[in-house]
């Protein structure tokens, strides 16, 4: 059955840095574009990134330039750097599969902004 597993997530101080795991199994990873969404309470989950089949990625303006996602397709892993975090970017991080047949998330890792 398809899984995905995030892991990296914690506490740290505003301009600190973290980086996300998702380690996926069940499908053939390297033919499906990978995403990671965030929900902070009281807010709608959004989307933060994207990593194409071909290695290309997307973000949104709230996140440029200061996360990056990347893939290893020989360990199906897909990771999120996230640089100079702000308290803003408090949240559960969630990785995300669109399969042909449906949609598939992680249990979500927590990331928490505060000093």
């Not at 499908?27 to 990134?49: C, D, H, I």
């Amino acid at each position: 059955q398809v899984q995905l597993v995030e892991s990296g997530g914690g506490l740290v101080q505003p301009g600190g840095s973290l980086r996300l795991s998702c380690a996926a199994s069940g499908f053939t990873f390297s033919s499906y574009a990978m995403n990671w969404y965030r929900q902070a309470p009281g807010k709608e989950r959004e989307l933060v990134a994207t990593t194409t089949v071909a290695g290309g990625t997307n973000y949104p303006d709230s996140v440029k330039g200061r996360f990056t996602i990347s893939r290893d397709n020989s360990k199906n892993t897909v990771y999120l750097q996230m640089n100079t975090l702000k308290p803003e970017d408090t949240a559960v991080y969630y990785c995300h599969v669109k399969l042909i047949w449906r949609a598939y998330w992680g249990q979500g890792t927590q990331v928490t902004v505060s000093s």
